[in-house]
């Protein structure tokens, strides 16, 4: 099992594996509507987080799911992110898990059965953190190591938050650093020590539990996770499911230390390139500003964390669950804007 790296088997890793903005709109221009009954709150109108289906006045589902290739070696470890990111989409809805579904397509040719039980091992782990069950699932025999969630969860249908509800002046908050991307690409190279290793799965595998506080706080306008997309193609999304503008100070983002030294040298993603080419054009930079920092805001984050709107009263009640929470400090960046959907890097 030492022997085996899991990536070696994918080409590429986490969410920067994931379709690049401009081309998903495309194939999704291609998709029937179908059916839409008046209990689906939330469906794919503004490219949200998860679907919201109301069952009653008070109880709504939330359902969604999330899988991708391997972001690192280690099998348990591969399935704790995993989980972690599945999951943080019920948590951006304000909802609450209740169970969840296992997605495995693995190489049985080039993998053991004891490497496999272990990201199954590490997936389950992270459940028991959230406390649910793995209640089932469904495996292929695939070329790549796949693995992932359907995350089921409730929420109040007058609690839902989408990332559609922002208010022109609201806070933008983060509540997880940047760099997550940089990360990944920097050890495929063989770049990160130990500290930076573990500074990675820190955040990678924190729950984003918070999020389902954030339902019941009637100042939190807008919830998203920043996952693939990167920070910025998120938050656009936030932009235009709201009919606003944003502005962000670029020295106000949190970030991983050892994400701004690799990205610095040069290390990123390629999917950060593909991310900017998809969005690039609704995107204003300070002239003369460094491609590591465009590379940093389109970096694509792998459970990355919880992106905030909120009105300026809120902000404290907000950073003091971040910590509360996951026992570190949540950042405000930004603030939304009346105007067009364009962000703006101060």
Known sequence: MEQIKLTQFSHGGGCGCKIAPAVLSKLLAHAPVGIVPADLLVGTETADDAAVYRLNDHQAIVATTDFFTPIVDDPFDFGRIAATNALSDVYAMGGRPIMALA???MPLDKLPPEVIGRILEGGASVCRDAG??????????????IYGLVGLGIVDPAEVKTNAGAQDGDVLILTKPLGVGILSAGLKKGLLSEAD?????????????????????????A???????????????????????????FD????IDAAVK??????????????????????????????????????????????????????DTVLAAVREDQGSEGRVIGRMVAGDAVLRVE
């Open 103 to 105: 997605l495995v397509g």
């Open 132 to 145: 649910i069950p793995i209640a089932g699932g469904h495996s292929i025999d695939v070329l790549e190591p």
């Open 197 to 221: 290793y573990a500074e990675m799965l820190r955040w990678t595998t924190l729950l984003n539990r918070v999020g389902t506080r954030f339902a019941g706080m009637t100042g939190v306008h």
């Open 223 to 249: 919830v998203t996770d920043v996952t693939g997309f990167g920070l910025a193609g998120h938050l656009l999304e936030i932009c235009r499911g709201s009919k606003l503008g944003a502005r962000v100070a």
């Open 252 to 255: 106000d983002l949190p970030m």
């Open 262 to 315: 690799l990205v610095r040298d040069g290390v990123a993603t390629g999917a950060s390139t593909r991310n900017w080419a998809s969005y690039g054009d609704a995107i204003e930079m300070i002239p003369g500003a460094p491609e590591w920092q465009r590379k940093l805001i389109t970096d694509p984050q792998t459970s990355g964390g919880l992106l905030v709107a909120c009105a300026a009263d809120t902000v």
